[in-house]
């Protein structure tokens, strides 16, 4: 974040505290649970694993600590589909509405638990015939369709970990996480909708699946159809709706140990491979249950609309397993919020009476830009809560979603978490937080965060410094998969027995968390982790590019946009076109989110003595602020003839 937002958080002094009539009929709205919460943080998290979730047998021990390796509820055995779907059908809630899609092109369905009961069993029914057995990889690279949640529960159903791949990445992307996770099936569709297109998921799996020798079947979901035809290898390739037709109607699920993986998710991290982010069963399950509970306010009654992908850790802990462990009512939106119109979301909101609403500041910040006529057009009167995640939120976003969306009544709750964290870590209570605009306010009961200096020492109120976690929590990832040294290495090296977030963040006189954004090399586009390192491979995997680096800019709508420094090879122009080849270049290699927002070609890069790439300089040079220190660069006329070159080019 840019000094000036900085300051200006500093300076934000408007509060908002709960209303009484919140309060009163909030699922928690004690206080002192802070402090009850704290006092045995693994008595606490104990209690909520026991009465929020049915275990098939009790655990011994409900926290093993040997840093940085925990494990919860130590010999309990549960499933996470069955907490998900199968204990809500043997109450009224059978016929509840589990998932009410709604797909891009205007097709609608609804499920209820009964169905989802139903067809997770056929689906989980169908893999076991296919082979599939406990503890095997399940790659799933869907559209936002309801079979999504239905191949993620039926995994879960049968213990085979899965690893959901976002369907906007690219074939070559979706084969590294195939062929890290060793995955042995992969579920997807002919293809998706977004703004009218078709996404041609199928063909990008044909693509990578020329170098996954792990995946030995493929199950094919037919979203699109008609004329739209896919190629179907022989043996391998099979129909979801063949496979499903005469599979076995029940398929009971598997008892899991409380450690059993649950899933695998990647996600980017400061080096250019992603990584494998492990959760297991119980902590997990535990983690995202009571946070779905307690922070989203969640009732029977509720329509709660999660705008994510189910592709993001966002998707898997509040679409699916938070609000269905919770038997909640769940919307499930397959496009964009600017298809056909850019008053999609407000039309939804309207059509199924939403009462809850989570979604990130770079939807907020497009949807001001857009104007409060598109939410003006329809009726928003539902709505009694809000969330944001995925990026710090800047306080004129949240006014104007606390105004225009929120009708100026309902809490906004701005939850800070990670892939990592599996579950929300800094949130609001909507019954007993007041809220700061910007500020995602306090650690969740039972998690305790602290800021901490270079040397590991807390700092003063009102300073920045790396947000750490200081003791373990049920939904913490157990690692990295096939990497135990990268996951010592990124998350506790830096300070020894705490978790390091990557983040920077300051506490202001009572308390409040204000997260102020990466400290290493990932950069937050729309809320997506990209890291600097992956996309110069993708630059300079093309055969113009002779060197690049990569830094996160200042965006107003994305929060952070992509800019690289390339160095041309000999024999190639640097021009508009190479510019524009490049940035196609990355947007096929990894996906369209990390397509550069700009190219600045240069002769040289500002490099250290020891030949470090200074980033810090670059960003100054992007964003266009006075130069800063420049002394231990190996020769500071470099940086000079870049910043001169890089104003020219802007004008
Ligand atoms: C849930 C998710 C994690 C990174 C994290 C932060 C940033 C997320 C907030 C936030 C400020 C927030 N998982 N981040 N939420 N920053 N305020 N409320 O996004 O693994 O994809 O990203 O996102 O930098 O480290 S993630």
């Known amino acids: 974040m840019q000094p000036t937002?900085?300051?200006?958080?500093?300076?934000?002094?408007?509060?908002?505290?709960?209303?009484?009539?919140?309060?009163?009929?909030?699922?928690?709205?004690?206080?002192?649970?802070?402090?009850?919460?704290?006092?045995?943080?693994?008595?606490?998290?104990?209690?909520?694993?026991?009465?929020?979730?049915?275990?098939?047998?009790?655990?011994?021990?409900?926290?093993?600590?040997?840093?940085?390796?925990?494990?919860?509820?130590?010999?309990?055995?549960?499933?996470?589909?069955?907490?998900?779907?199968?204990?809500?059908?043997?109450?009224?809630?059978?016929?509840?509405?589990?998932?009410?899609?709604?797909?891009?092109?205007?097709?609608?369905?609804?499920?209820?638990?009964?169905?989802?009961?139903?067809?997770?069993?056929?689906?989980?029914?169908?893999?076991?015939?296919l082979g599939v057995r406990k503890g095997d990889r399940v790659c799933i690279y869907m559209p936002m369709i309801p079979e999504a949640v239905i191949a993620m529960l039926a995994c879960a159903r049968i213990g085979a970990p899965h690893s959901v791949v976002f369907g906007g990445f690219s074939a070559e992307a979706l084969a590294d996480r195939i062929n890290d996770a060793q995955a042995k099936a992969l579920v997807t569709a002919d293809g998706g909708w977004r703004r009218g297109n078709i996404v041609p998921l199928k063909r990008n799996a044909d693509d990578a699946l020329r170098h996954t020798p792990s995946i030995e079947t493929v199950i094919v979901y037919q979203r699109i159809g008609g004329d739209y035809t896919v190629n179907m290898q022989d043996g391998r390739d099979h129909w979801w709706h063949d496979l499903t037709r005469d599979a076995p109607l029940t398929c009971p699920p598997e008892p899991m140990d409380s450690e059993d993986l649950l899933y695998l998710l990647y996600t980017s991290g400061s080096t250019g491979k992603p990584k494998g982010i492990m959760h297991t069963t119980g902590g997990y399950m535990t983690g995202v249950t009571l946070t779905a509970k307690w922070v989203f306010d969640l009732k029977d009654e509720d329509i709660y609309w999660c705008t994510a992908d189910v592709g993001w850790v966002t998707g898997h802990s509040y679409i699916v397993y938070g609000p269905l462990s919770n038997g909640a009512t769940c919307i499930l939106y397959e496009g964009a919020p600017d298809y056909p119109d850019r008053d999609r979301f407000w039309a939804i909101v309207e059509k199924y009476r939403a009462t809850?609403?989570?979604?990130?500041?770079?939807?907020?910040?497009?949807?001001?830009?857009?104007?409060?006529?598109?939410?003006?057009?329809?009726?928003?009167?539902?709505?009694?809560?809000?969330?944001?995640?995925?990026?710090?939120?800047?306080?004129?976003?949240?006014?104007?979603?606390?105004?225009?969306?929120?009708?100026?009544?309902?809490?906004?709750?701005?939850?800070?978490?990670?892939?990592?964290?599996?579950?929300?870590?800094?949130?609001?209570?909507?019954?007993?937080?007041?809220?700061?605009?910007?500020?995602?306010?306090?650690?969740?009961?039972?998690?305790?965060?602290?800021?901490?200096?270079?040397?590991?020492q807390p700092v003063d109120a009102n300073h920045g410094g790396y947000l750490v976690i200081t003791q373990p929590w049920p939904s913490m990832t157990r690692g990295l998969w096939g990497d135990p040294e990268r996951f010592v290495q990124t998350y506790w090296s830096k300070f020894e027995g705490r978790y390091f977030t990557g983040d920077g963040a300051r506490q202001d006189d009572d308390g409040y968390f204000w997260l102020l954004g990466r400290v290493d090399d990932v950069i937050n586009v729309s809320g997506h982790r990209l890291s600097t390192m992956e996309v110069e491979s993708a630059l300079v995997d093309h055969p113009a590019v002779a060197e690049a680096a990569v830094i996160g800019i200042h965006h107003e709508i994305k929060g952070q946009g992509v800019a690289a420094f390339v160095i041309v090879k000999e024999g190639y122009t640097a021009d508009e076109a190479l510019q524009n080849t490049l940035k196609q270049h990355v947007a096929q290699k990894i996906g369209a989110i990390a397509r550069p927002d700009q190219i600045i070609f240069t002769a040289e890069l500002p490099k250290t003595r020891s030949g470090k790439i200074m980033r810090r300089l670059l960003r100054d040079i992007a964003e266009g602020r006075a130069l800063g220190d420049t002394t231990t660069l190996a020769d500071p006329a470099v940086v000079q003839a870049l910043k001169e070159k890089y104003e020219g080019q802007e004008e």
């Open 5 to 129: 937002a900085i300051d200006a958080l500093l300076q934000e002094t408007r509060t908002f505290p709960p209303s009484e009539a919140f309060r009163q009929q909030a699922n928690i709205n004690d206080p002192t649970i802070y402090e009850r919460a704290a006092q045995d943080f693994v008595a606490f998290w104990a209690q909520q694993a026991e009465q929020l979730l049915e275990w098939f047998e009790p655990w011994q021990t409900p926290l093993e600590w040997q840093p940085p390796y925990a494990k919860w509820f130590v010999g309990g055995k549960l499933n996470a589909c069955h907490n998900c779907v199968d204990r809500h059908v043997r109450t009224w809630r059978r016929n509840k509405a589990a998932l009410i899609w709604e797909g891009e092109p205007g097709d609608t369905r609804v499920l209820t638990y009964g169905d989802l009961h139903r067809e997770v069993q056929q689906f989980a029914s169908a893999l076991k015939s």
């Open 356 to 456: 809850i609403l989570y979604t990130a500041p770079t939807a907020i910040r497009a949807f001001m830009k857009w104007g409060e006529q598109y939410p003006q057009k329809h009726d928003l009167s539902s709505l009694r809560l809000l969330g944001s995640v995925g990026e710090p939120i800047n306080p004129e976003a949240w006014m104007w979603y606390h105004e225009h969306i929120g009708g100026g009544r309902c809490p906004i709750v701005d939850t800070w978490w990670q892939t990592e964290t599996g579950a929300i870590m800094i949130t609001p209570l909507p019954g007993i937080t007041t809220t700061k605009p910007g500020s995602a306010t306090r650690p969740f009961p039972g998690i305790a965060a602290a800021i901490l200096n270079d040397q590991g």
